[in-house]
């Protein structure tokens, strides 16, 4: 079994930085697990565009107020505590954040910790 504790995690580089959120990668691809587990903050009066051609992603929202718009529809979603949303369709997406938000984030398949945000918003398959 594995245990680790947030308060730890971001003391190392398991704590990655942007301009827009932070992200604490609680699990990851060598843990062997088929996901990898984050907890994302977002901050407030930001926008961040993402499309993760090569991933699937779900968010769960704990905290703050944000809203979501699915760039091949133009359709917009109000997020909260308790929302998810599931990004099945490798959906290109836009992030507007009203109030700072806490996000539990699974990608399959997992990240390794060593992506970065190609130019279109999505992170390389890496071996
Ligand atoms: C909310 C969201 O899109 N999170 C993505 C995960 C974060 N960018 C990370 O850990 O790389």
């Avoid at 190392?12 to 996901?35: A, C, I, P, Y």
């Avoid at 998810?84 to 399959?108: G, S, T």
């Amino acid at each position: 079994m594995i245990v680790r504790k947030l308060q730890d995690a971001e003391k190392t580089e398991r704590k990655v930085q942007s301009e827009t959120w932070d992200s604490v990668r609680l699990l990851l691809k060598d843990d062997n697990m088929g996901f990898s587990f984050h907890i994302t903050t977002l901050y407030a009066g930001t926008e961040t565009r993402m499309h993760y051609k090569n991933h699937l992603e779900s968010v769960y929202c704990m905290e703050g107020e944000a809203e979501i718009e699915t760039l091949a529809d133009g359709k917009v979603y109000q997020i909260g505590p308790g929302t998810i949303y599931i990004l099945d369709q490798h959906d290109e997406h836009i992030l507007r954040v009203r109030k700072e938000v806490k996000m539990a984030c699974v990608f399959n398949p997992p990240v390794t910790g060593k992506e970065v945000h190609d130019e279109t918003g999505a992170y390389p398959l890496v071996d």
